[in-house]
């Protein structure tokens, strides 16, 4: 659930928080640019793609405010609220960056990553590698991170 307060200015870069309207491309994570902003509601265009910093854009949407309900841990209770289903867009995860193509890349590596195959789909986003930043623990000289692999899967070997 997104936080309660959301403030926005005109040139936001956002990302949907939910499957607005599938059919048109606003799913779940999908950028878009805030363009105005009314009392209850909030014109923005997506994004279809940002390269070397210049941002390609299409069509304009006004997203409303919607209904969400969720009910807190240990309490018996549903909170119920309208809100804007956007969140700021200031980093996106390693599985929302597979189908972007990105200008730049930095990687946090100082904790190693969760799932097979996230650092692979991270990394391969970025056409050039000299424009991949990559954070390790201080000290750390190695140029190997931990392969995480779920032995419980993996056949027998005859």
Sequence with gaps: MPAHTLILKVGALCQLTCNFDP????T????VIVRRMFHHSVEVQTVLTIVAGETIASENITLPRINCHFQPQNFNITVHRKQIPLALAYAVTFNGCQGLTLSRLALDLRRP?????QLY???TQVPNSRDVLILKA???VSTLTTNV???ELLLPVE
């Design 23 to 26: 059919s048109r491309g606003l």
């Design 28 to 31: 779940k994570n999908t950028w």
């Design 113 to 117: 990553v969760f799932s097979h195959g």
């Design 121 to 123: 789909a991270a990394a």
């Design 138 to 140: 201080e000290g750390d």
């Design 149 to 151: 692999v779920w032995e």
